[in-house]
């Protein structure tokens, strides 16, 4: 008999789009004689319809978006009770963060990927640098700064934004990924264009050191308390950065599958991104990014993303087929790791005994 399991995607985030692709991608591959999926729909106003819904059209969706939030999330909860695993394809805010997370977890439900602190840690930028940096893992100089301070304290933020290192400077909202609302500024009227834009998108901003022509290495990595990591792969972006339009919208950017790097430094990268992702307690999967100095040859850690794309051209999935994992294999894998972190916290006594 297939297992029931559950695929939520959408979601309220400027990632609603990539959540799309990457939901549909997962169904295309899970194998319906070993899963019988119910699909949930989150809209970006936040409400929640079933995948009949969904998949009826417009009209329908508009009807079930005439009810109230609550009352939309309270329709689609008995739902999540009969269900053996549930599969969160979201991206950004309100899935990847760990509000989603905490919603299972109070569930007592296993999941796919991060639990509520890998996830919260993993999304947010600013906080993700400085576990890094206590952990003795490199990256490049940051200034975060909150959307108040940008609409009302601009002219005192840009001279310190300033003073982090020369143009170019990134700007980048630190809880959200996809190259949404990610601008590279060269003078001070880019900055301040880029400030705003990223304020669009989020309360915390990340202002960080720009490298002139960096090379851009991925690796994925796989498991829970004992986590691996495939071969990096590098991004040839077609456009100045790896942009959201280069990612999804004409897939123009190249992809080298291996890396061309020494082995010392895939040895390397590999162990960053596995030592990264056990710093922030992440479980079933994430990718992780670096930036290498094409100048000084100096390795940086960029960032985490604890549920990356699973579109046909993610880089999650294709580094572990490079590797010798299948899609629908690398699916299978990442539902048994939710079932097995699941019973390891059934393990947790929850009263206390005198």
Known sequence: MPAAGGLIFGGRSGEHEVSLRSAQSVLNALDPAKYAVTQMV??????????EEWNAGKAKREAASAASLPASIGALLPLLGGLDVIFPVLHGSFGEDGALQGLLEMADLPYVGCGVLGSAVGMDKGLFKDVMLA???????????????????????LPRAEALAPYPLFVKPANLGSSVGISKCRSRSDLVEGLLDAARYDRRILIERGLIA???????????????????????????????ESKYVDGSSGLLIPAPLPAALVEQVQTFAVQAFKAIDAAGLARVDFLLDKETGALYLNEVNTMPGFTEISMYPKLWAASGLSYPALLDRLIELALERKADRDRTQRKYEV
Do not use: C, K, M
Not at 135 to 157: A, C, D, G, K, M
Not at 219 to 244: C, K, M, Q, T
């Open 42 to 51: 989150i809209t970006q106003e936040g409400l929640w319809v079933s995948g």
């Open 135 to 157: 952990n003795h893992i490199p990256v490049l100089e940051t200034l975060v700064v909150s959307r108040r301070q940008v609409e009302t304290q601009i002219e005192t933020l």
């Open 214 to 244: 960096p090379r851009e290495i991925e690796v994925s990595v796989l498991g829970n308390d004992d986590p691996v990591a495939s071969i990096p792969g590098e991004v040839l972006p077609s456009r100045e950065f790896y942009s959201y």
